[in-house]
């Protein structure tokens, strides 16, 4: 079963404006990721944050964590058509690292 | 360096028959992954291997075997193909599990 669920399925935005994603999950993790796909190409890795971690930032990418209600946010600041993709959410577990699940994402438009 | 590497892209079977997707990386990872991903869903993960030699099976191993002879390849084969097995398959890797991992381009298979 998938782990993460993202929210909203699917987001338009004009250019300029903030993104926010969500992901909910249901067991314990060592860390949460964010990936993004390009129409029909392979994920590419976007920012890690760990269970002890709340906030991690990378450029225009805050990533926020909390692991008591099992939830996580991806918010993408100044939106540009550029950023228009899929945006995953991936969780391990606890007793396997290796075990990735991922959530069936949300469908990010930018308009320009 | 090429990364992540899949052959063939795009491969079309008919039910029953059998064949090999295969996986390379120059990264020296040691983890390597096999997801399929269907149509408005996330990646599911179909087998891993921690280790050159080890596999272990992730959420759908049924209809698949994995062989991890060398460190940079990954296989995945397909025993007699179903139609439910129709799918985009991604390979990727990591230098252990708990990092990022990084994707291939992806195979498109249809299995009529």
């Known amino acids: 079963s998938q782990q993460g669920e993202e929210d909203p399925q699917a987001l338009s935005i004009q250019e300029g404006e903030n993104a926010t994603m969500n992901c909910s999950y249901k067991?314990?993790?060592?860390?949460l990721q964010w990936y993004r796909q390009n129409s029909g190409r392979g994920l590419v890795h976007l920012i890690l944050?760990?269970?002890?971690?709340r906030e991690k930032h990378s450029g225009r990418l805050r990533v926020t964590l909390d692991t008591s209600k099992k939830s996580s946010s991806l918010l993408i600041t100044a939106s540009r058509a550029a950023d228009t993709a899929s945006y995953f959410c991936a969780t391990d577990r606890v007793s396997n690292n290796n075990d990735m699940r991922f959530g069936a994402g949300t469908r990010l438009t930018v308009k320009p | 360096n090429a990364g992540v590497t899949q052959t063939p892209k795009f491969q079309v079977l008919k039910t029953g028959q059998s064949m090999t997707l295969q996986c390379a990386q120059d990264m020296n990872h040691n983890s390597m992954y096999w997801y399929r991903q269907d149509p408005g869903m996330g990646l599911r993960l179909i087998y891993y291997?921690?280790?050159?030699?080890?596999?272990d099976k992730g959420e759908v191993p049924d209809g698949y075997n994995v062989s991890r002879l060398k460190k940079q390849n990954f296989l995945l084969g397909l025993e007699s193909a179903a139609p439910s097995q129709t799918s985009v398959y991604f390979c990727?890797?990591?230098?252990?599990?708990?990092?990022?991992?990084?994707f291939g381009p992806g195979t498109r298979l249809t299995v009529l």
């Open positions: 944050i760990r269970s002890n971690e």
């Open positions: 291997s921690a280790s050159e030699g080890t596999t």
């Open positions: 067991t314990s993790i060592n860390n």
């Open positions: 990727a890797s990591s230098f252990r599990g708990t990092n990022e991992q990084f």
